[in-house]
């Protein structure tokens, strides 16, 4: 058995996060990219969406998380028993989420379904595989929203098409890997291949964003349709 030894620091993030609604039972923010969702092991990665969040909302706790490098929607429970509540939501895939994303090149088709199951690899960590044998099973589905060539420097004109991605599952990394899968990896993903293309190895940050997210409010049973525009 493999050790998994993880290395990482991340870099400050000078970012706010932007509390886009908030009541006694939950929040609704928008994360920055460049901040860790949980606080890791190692004391240099303190500062998280949870150690922020904490200070000023004593005893919240995090549904769900996204990757270091993706922005966008998430949501935070103020108690346990509302965890517990959205937490079921989650594994009952009664939850919608809809990411905006920047792929390398240009897909062929308008939409369709990445279905790759994902498994864990100590050889690889942080890195996730594909694997029929070993993984879990895992779909995504995609819809292109345009085409086009971002240009960068040197001259170089970089084919780049903007997609929605769903997932219908929630494995780890699973957009990141699916997309890599697909032949067309996300722009800027440092893990799946995103910085290989001439005119990429720069890019400012990770080309994924949680653009929409539904769900039911736990208490009052109101769906929740909340939407938060990509900054790129």
């Given at each position: 058995?493999s050790?998994i030894?993880d ?13 886009l609604f908030?009541d006694e039972h939950?929040?609704?923010i928008n ?6 969702s ?6 240099q990665n ?6 922020r969040?904490?200070q ?7 549904v769900h998380?996204?990757?270091?490098g993706?922005?966008?929607?998430m949501l935070?429970?103020?108690n346990k ?7 079921q939501q989650f594994?009952?895939?009664a ?9 390398c090149?240009h ?8 279905d790759?199951a994902i ?5 690889l ?8 044998s070993?993984?879990k099973?895992?779909r995504s589905r995609?819809r ?13 004109s970089l084919?780049v098409?903007?997609?929605?991605l ?5 494995r780890?990394?699973q ?13 800027g993903?440092d893990?799946?291949g995103?910085?290989l293309?001439p005119?990429?190895e720069?890019m ?6 949680a653009?929409?997210l539904?769900f039911?409010h736990?208490?009052?049973?109101a769906p ?8 790129f």
């Amino acid at each position: 058995m493999s050790t998994i030894i993880d290395t990482f620091v991340a870099p400050p993030c000078h970012q706010q996060i932007a509390i886009l609604f908030q009541d006694e039972h939950l929040l609704l923010i928008n994360k920055p990219s460049g901040l860790l969702s949980l606080s890791g092991k190692n004391p240099q990665n303190k500062d998280s969406v949870h150690y922020r969040l904490v200070q000023q909302f004593p005893g919240c706790t995090l549904v769900h998380r996204l990757d270091f490098g993706t922005s966008g929607l998430m949501l935070v429970a103020r108690n346990k028993a509302i965890n517990a509540a959205l937490c079921q939501q989650f594994s009952q895939r009664a939850v919608s989420k809809v990411y905006t994303a920047l792929l390398c090149g240009h897909l062929q088709d308008d939409e369709g379904v990445i279905d790759a199951a994902i498994a864990k690899d100590p050889a690889l960590f942080p890195r996730m595989s594909i694997s029929a044998s070993h993984g879990k099973p895992a779909r995504s589905r995609y819809r292109v929203v345009e085409r086009f060539y971002q240009q960068q420097e040197a001259g170089i004109s970089l084919p780049v098409t903007r997609v929605e991605l769903t997932p219908e599952t929630g494995r780890t990394h699973q957009l990141r890997i699916h997309c890599q899968y697909l032949g067309h990896p996300i722009l800027g993903c440092d893990l799946y291949g995103g910085r290989l293309l001439p005119g990429t190895e720069a890019m400012p940050r990770l080309m994924l964003h949680a653009s929409a997210l539904h769900f039911v409010h736990p208490v009052s049973n109101a769906p929740v349709r909340a939407c938060n525009a990509s900054p790129f």
